[in-house]
């Protein structure tokens, strides 16, 4: 499986900043995945970067709110910008290198005060 | 777009215990995932198994693709299967995976 370190691990925001979280994968992988998981809740799909162009967005969720950047075949960003405490939650990444084999970041968990 | 139910929402068990935790999904998959999310919030990829039976240890899981659910059993829980578990599908040529909403498994002592 793909090892993924994510960064920040957790933080605690005031609210109208923005946070920029990291993902950096220990191989090259085709697409990388951006998930919110709000309190007690499942996961749902933010967008999908894939390395050269822009990401793709999810219904419910735009490139303003929520950029992303995927410079190269092992590393991508996600800003959560002017955040309110709606936007607390955990944020993951994700690879998938095959079917077989999905994995995930340790998580981001924001708290927006 | 598709849906994913999971079964029952909230567990509790003694250590020992054996528990079968269901997934149902609204239209046929190519993909079919079984994770668990730890206390922590890790997420660990159990199963990929869109269709047949396949057992890791004390854990197994069947999905039954023509009926359109899957069935993921732990067998003599221990403390540290307390979490949550997901199921997770995809379609047709997508990777995009779609989570069901997870069962809230606790074994105590």
Redesign the interface.
């Known amino acids: 499986s793909a090892v993924i370190s994510q960064k920040p691990s957790r933080d605690i925001c005031q609210r109208g900043t923005s946070l920029t979280i990291q993902c950096q994968v220990d191989s090259q992988v085709t697409m990388m995945f951006w998930y919110r998981q709000q309190p007690g809740q499942s996961l749902t799909l933010i967008a999908t970067a894939n390395q050269g162009s822009e990401a793709t967005y999810e219904s419910g969720f735009v490139i303003d709110k929520f950029p992303i950047s995927r410079p190269n075949l092992t590393f991508s960003t996600l800003t959560v910008s002017n955040m309110s405490p709606e936007d607390s939650s955990i944020y993951l990444c994700s690879v998938e290198r095959t079917l077989i084999d999905y994995t995930f970041g340790s998580g981001t968990r924001l708290t927006v005060v | 777009g598709i849906q994913v139910e999971q079964s029952p929402p909230d567990l509790i068990l003694q250590e020992g215990a054996n528990s079968t935790l269901r997934c149902n999904f609204s239209d046929s998959v ?2 079919l ?1 079984w ?1 668990h999310q730890n206390p ?4 660990i ?1 159990l199963f ?1 198994i869109p269709s047949g039976t396949k057992q890791n240890g004390r854990l197994s899981a069947t999905t039954v693709a023509t009926e359109r659910y899957s069935l993921l059993y732990i067998s003599s829980s221990q403390t540290t299967d307390s979490g949550v578990y ?1 199921c ?1 599908v995809s379609q047709g040529g997508s ?8 069962t809230k498994l606790t074994v105590n002592p």
């Open positions: 190519n993909n995932q994770f922590w919030g890790q997420l990829n990929y997901f997770a990777e995009k995976l779609v989570f069901g909403k997870g």
